[in-house]
């Protein structure tokens, strides 16, 4: 049986006997007087006994062992293996199935249609996947007569039911995209939205980058608008004239502004937000951070602190911003998140920031996030910082004050601490009851949610107002009911996304939805026909949320209403990232509450001591 010895040596170490030995056991007088037995006889004796075997044994250098016992070894560890090793390696090897992640719920459903609403605003040379039939080409030729952009101000996105491009609006609308995928870049893909909002994403940065000079690192002025309006106008502009974006031939002036705290801000914080979703096109990644720098730079330039629409009638009445201070502490959090550059969070955290900006002040209507104000958001991205890598001193003093104020500002959301007025249908009044009340409702409502997840992944059951303990539960449940009026939970039973539910507006104010695609093109005021018009829309605006019921939770269904019956890019963007901020869709397949590192990868992990601002510091 063992035909080699792999040890080396014999197997048997005990000798032959020589005869003598044998000899010696033999009796004698045994011997002499041996008789016959007959066959019954030998029957009852026992047979000669056998001569006993004698053990072997196996060296195996180190050790000698019985070579039984060697055998018993390697029985045991074959009766191991297959008893508890083979069915290990079977089990890994049977392709696992991936845990199923929960039906789409409502919220999700109602996120696929509100991303399609961008879609259906985009400006300039569409792709041929726009997947919105009854949009074309059109803005061709904006800023052509620009001698310092190549190509004009073509793309970007309309702002609401015109046709103008506001870029402050849209600056912030892309700065709120770019952070509902940084936080939540997993639920988009578990949903199959992620290159959608991306792309969506990129269509709005590209425009941005073309508002300036993005490839110097010294700019003197920033472009803030395309197409105008005046108040009650009789001349041809974006309001006066009744036409599809396809349609426009009326003259399209553009805004410039040669100082801009305010837009340059915002700008600065869309793209540098936009640098890391895009962190993995480090191309295109660098080349948003290098415009960024360029444009946060001369937001924050001496001598040039007015805000980019005051004295300019053309975006005064529309997209007046009140002060610059919010934008600052906005954009130099995001530019630090992009970056990881210290003299950003160095500026945010410096105690002369948040006293110019009033964040402290306890002032209601900044605890409201918005186009207008960011401070709120500021604070919930700075509380960020501290709650996830608590960076301690010298930045732990402003870190904690904006930690507080922003736990302030979320008890305000609820009615029992009553800040704020309700709706009768559960509606938050966040403006006061003026118009476009919605928008206000998401954009707080993202918030909540995020700051809900953001304690649940550091382990925070919840925070106190007053005496008051609150929960993360609490929070969603905000953001839930807000959302829940939104898509049809209210007194008029309908929902305000376009598209969702059954019973939706459909007479929008939105001259692209309104007017028919029918092959004829309709002059300036040849188009109030379906301004005018009691029919529904023979396009239907998918996702657009309107600007929603009145504070009696009233709303009508009217072309002319523009106060409740227009979408804005603001709004949906607050509407996205809240929904995809609470939906459990994307929850069940491992996804965390929120990414935690995505927004450090460029913070560096020690944070050296900030040194103290120069004695010109200016904030």
């Known amino acids: 049986m063992h035909s080699q010895n792999h040890w080396g040596g014999a197997f048997d170490i005990d000798g032959a006997e020589d ?74 090897n049977i392709p696992k199935k991936k845990p199923h992640a929960p039906p789409p719920d409502k919220y999700t459903d109602a996120l696929h249609k509100a991303l399609l609403f961008f879609n259906a605003q985009k400006s300039g040379k569409l792709p041929k996947n726009n997947g919105i039939p009854w949009r074309g080409n059109s803005g061709m030729k904006d800023g052509a007569d620009l001698p310092d952009v190549k190509g004009g101000l073509v793309g970007g996105y309309y702002d609401a039911g015109d046709n103008i491009k506001f870029h402050f609006p849209m600056a912030f609308s892309m ?18 939205e992620y290159d959608h909002v991306r792309e969506l994403i990129k269509w709005g940065t590209d425009y941005l980058l073309l508002t300036f000079n993005s490839s110097a690192s010294t700019i003197n002025k920033l472009y803030s608008q395309v197409g105008t309006a005046k108040i009650n106008g009789s001349t041809p502009d974006d309001h006066f004239c009744w036409n599809r974006p396809e349609d426009m031939a009326y003259p399209r002036p553009v805004q410039q502004a040669s100082a801009a705290p305010d837009l340059g801000g915002e700008v600065a914080a869309a793209l540098a937000s936009a640098s890391i979703v895009f962190r993995d096109n480090a191309a295109y990644s660098k080349k948003l951070v290098k415009g960024a720098a360029t444009v946060y730079k001369f937001a924050r330039a001496n001598g040039k602190r007015t805000p980019y629409s005051r004295g300019n009638p053309a975006i005064e009445y529309f997209y007046n911003s009140t ?35 009033k964040a402290f002040f306890n002032i209601l209507d900044f605890s409201v996030f918005s186009w207008d104000n960011k401070l709120p958001g500021a604070t919930l991205l700075l509380s960020r910082l501290r709650m996830f890598l608590n960076p301690g001193y010298p930045y732990e003093e402003s870190l904690m004050g904006y930690h507080n104020v922003t736990s302030m500002n979320m008890c305000m959301y609820f009615p029992k601490f009553n800040a704020f007025n309700f709706t009768k249908g559960g509606l938050a009044q966040f ?70 539910g059954k019973k939706y ?43 929603g019921p009145d504070k009696n939770d009233k709303f009508k269904d009217a072309r002319i209403s523009y106060a409740q019956n227009e979408p804005t890019l603001v709004g949906n963007a607050g509407l996205v990232a809240a929904l995809v901020a609470i939906t459990n869709s994307g929850r069940g397949t491992g996804v965390g509450a929120v990414d935690k590192n995505t927004m450090f990868s460029a913070v560096p992990p020690m944070f050296p001591a900030a040194p103290p601002p120069p004695a010109t510091w200016k904030p």
Not at 176 to 183: F, T
Not at 343 to 354: Q, V
Not at 482 to 500: A, C, E, R
Not at 525 to 537: E, P
């Open 175 to 192: 700065t709120l995209l770019s952070w509902s995928v940084v936080e939540y870049a997993d639920r988009y893909k578990a949903i199959g």
């Open 505 to 547: 507006p459909k007479r929008l104010h939105h001259r692209g939805a309104s007017t028919p695609k029918n092959g004829i093109k309709y002059s300036c005021t040849g188009g109030n026909k379906w301004r005018d018009s009691k029919k529904a829309d023979p396009h239907v605006l998918v996702g657009a949320m309107v600007g």
């Open 323 to 357: 002060s610059y201070w919010d934008e600052f502490m906005w954009s130099a959090s995001w530019m630090y998140y992009a970056t990881g550059n210290n003299s950003y969070i160095s500026f945010a955290t410096d105690p002369r920031l948040p006293k110019n900006a």
């Open 19 to 92: 005869d003598q030995s044998r000899n010696m056991d033999i009796d004698r007088g045994a011997l002499q007087h041996q008789h016959q037995l007959d066959e019954t006889q030998q029957s009852w004796l026992l047979g000669p006994p056998e001569a006993k075997k004698k053990d072997r044994y196996v060296d195996l250098g180190c050790v000698v062992v019985k070579r039984k016992l060697l055998w018993w070894m390697l029985w045991a560890v074959l009766g191991a293996f297959v008893l508890i090793g083979l069915p290990i390696i079977i089990a890994k």
């Open 431 to 500: 403006n006061h009851g003026q118009g476009q009340a919605l928008q206000y409702a998401v954009a707080n409502s993202f918030l909540a949610a995020l700051y809900a997840d953001y304690m649940e992944s550091v382990n925070v059951p919840g925070w106190y107002c007053g005496p008051n303990f609150m929960t993360v539960d609490d929070l969603r449940s905000f953001a839930k009911s807000q959302l829940n009026y939104i898509l049809g939970d209210n007194p008029m039973k309908m929902s305000y996304v376009v598209g969702y």
